[in-house]
């Protein structure tokens, strides 16, 4: 299945990027979360959705980007989706280059995951988007066999 294509660089059609910070409503091991994780590997890259989705036992943490009305889409099926509870959001951020280019929904992480979404709780609004990103990317980038959406 192919990658939600990159913007040409010289493409300076706008972007909207998305934090949110959920707590899952049943356990990691529930057949629901594969359900879940498979559902968006599938269907981000058609509506041109790219980010990063982590699952640890307790919490949904995620930055989606795409279009401001894609980006809505979504954000409005979450809010409506019961295997989320007390979503947090950032204000959503403008900008115009992906930072997340290859869809990762991943299961793993669950510690330094934990860690980052119990600090972006507490920091809610002061923790810059720019730290939200550079950090995902940092865990994401550090994990052994990381497979984009459509290689594996």
Do not use: C
């Amino acid at each position: 299945m192919p990658l939600a294509p990159e913007p040409p660089e010289n493409s300076a059609k706008p972007l909207t990027q998305v934090f949110f910070v959920s707590t899952a409503t049943h356990p990691a091991s529930n057949p629901g979360t594969r359900d879940l994780i498979e559902a968006t590997r599938r269907r981000n890259p058609r509506n041109n959705i790219t980010g990063v989705l982590l699952r640890t036992d307790r919490l949904y943490i995620q930055i989606a980007e795409g279009s401001e009305d894609d980006v809505e889409r979504l954000m409005s099926a979450i809010r409506r989706d019961s295997r989320h509870w007390d979503i947090r959001e950032w204000p959503k951020r403008q900008t115009t280059r992906r930072a997340f280019a290859n869809w990762e929904a991943r299961r793993d992480l669950q510690l330094r995951a934990e860690q980052l979404a119990g600090e972006a709780r507490a920091q809610q609004g002061n923790l810059p988007f720019e730290d939200l990103i550079e950090k995902l990317q940092h865990l994401s980038d550090r994990v052994e066999q990381v497979q984009p959406l459509g290689t594996g």
